[in-house]
């Protein structure tokens, strides 16, 4: 505390969150025209999880977090890690065995348990969350990435009932979601700067 400033070492979050979105949508591309199969893309997606982790570390690193946000990416890691481990089990086991009924039903809320942890950890972090600033920057990144679901939904949505694109899970929904909200956090940090 002399008055000093020290450079900041190492990579910072939006280093961490562009590069995660990036490995995310060649990802998702390559999927989309066919040149990975479902387990490839899986196993890939699981994997750009990782980045996750140093991109957590920078933000606290970075200063500017706070307990809240702490927690919620404790929170929203662990349901998603439950996602996507239940969306690997669910759709390996139903593509591998005869699953009906009760059972089949178990099987298809495997992911979709987990998503309402992720809901309910950005719910709690907008109640947790003292600076507003940092609570309407969340917002509006919410915002943004609900404003990419609509559009990508709508206009896709009207190409694949034309039968120009291939059908899509709504499932993706939620990736979707994440992402756009990760691009709407990056864009405001950008803008900051």
Not at 168 to 189: D, N
Request: aromatic share 12%; hydrophobic share 50%; glycine share 12%.
């Amino acid at each position: 505390m002399n008055g000093e400033t020290t450079p900041s070492t190492g990579r910072g979050p939006a280093f961490w969150a562009g590069l995660y979105l990036a490995n995310v949508a060649v990802i998702g591309a390559l999927k989309l025209g066919g040149a990975i199969n479902g387990p490839t893309g899986f196993i890939l997606m699981a994997l750009a999880c990782v980045l996750l982790v140093p991109m957590i570390r920078a933000q606290a690193k970075s200063g500017c977090s706070s307990e809240a946000l702490r927690l919620y990416n404790k929170r929203v890691v662990v349901s998603s890690i439950g996602y996507v481990l239940g969306l690997g089990i669910a759709i390996t086991l139903w593509r591998n065995y005869e699953v009906t009924g009760p059972v089949l039903f178990g099987l298809a809320m495997l992911p979709a348990l987990p998503t309402l942890g992720i809901i309910w950890a950005m719910g709690r972090y907008l109640v947790d969350e003292k600076d507003e600033y940092l609570r309407h920057r969340t917002i509006m990144g919410a915002l943004f990435g609900l404003g990419v679901v609509l559009t990508l939904g709508i206009f896709y949505g009207f190409l694949e009932t034309f039968e120009l694109v291939p059908h899509i899970w709504a499932w993706w929904v939620l990736p979707v979601w994440a992402v756009g909200l990760g691009i709407g956090q990056l864009w405001q940090r950008v803008r900051e700067q």
